[in-house]
């Protein structure tokens, strides 16, 4: 059974920093584009960024995070997303996931976790 399970989200206060973590197990996700999508209260779920395998591709970011988080992973099953210089408009609910290829869109990808709360304060 494979799993997606995000860990790292909470409160802190505008200008603070968080880093979430994506454990993938069920299957080895080494050649799998692992990524991060975000949903607001009522709003939809946007890409905030993703990293290949492939060391000749480098990470895609939206322009509202560039600069501010920056996406890693190991060379397994793990994703990070550090996550600096926080605003209240990052406030969201806070998605793993992995597929085949590396795009801003969420039906690219096949396996998603649960999610983490992030909440920003001002």
């Known amino acids: 059974q494979v799993q997606l399970v995000e860990s790292g989200g909470g409160l802190v206060q505008a200008g603070g920093s968080l880093r979430l973590s994506c454990a993938a197990s069920?299957?080895?996700?080494?050649?799998?584009?692992m990524g991060w999508f975000r949903q607001a209260p009522g709003k939809e779920r946007e890409f905030v960024a993703a990293?290949?395998?492939?060391?000749?591709?480098?990470p895609d970011y939206a322009d509202s995070v560039k600069g501010r988080f920056t996406i890693s992973r190991d060379n397994g099953n793990t994703v990070y997303l550090q996550m600096n210089s926080l605003k209240p408009e990052d406030t969201a609910v806070y998605y793993c996931?992995?597929?085949?290829?590396?795009?801003?869109?969420?039906?690219?990808?096949?396996?998603w976790g649960q999610g983490t709360q992030v909440t920003v304060s001002s």
């Open positions: 996931t992995a597929g085949i290829a590396m795009s801003g869109r969420g039906s690219v990808y096949d396996y």
């Open positions: 069920g299957r080895t996700f080494v050649k799998y584009v």
């Open positions: 990293v290949s395998w492939r060391s000749d591709e480098s």
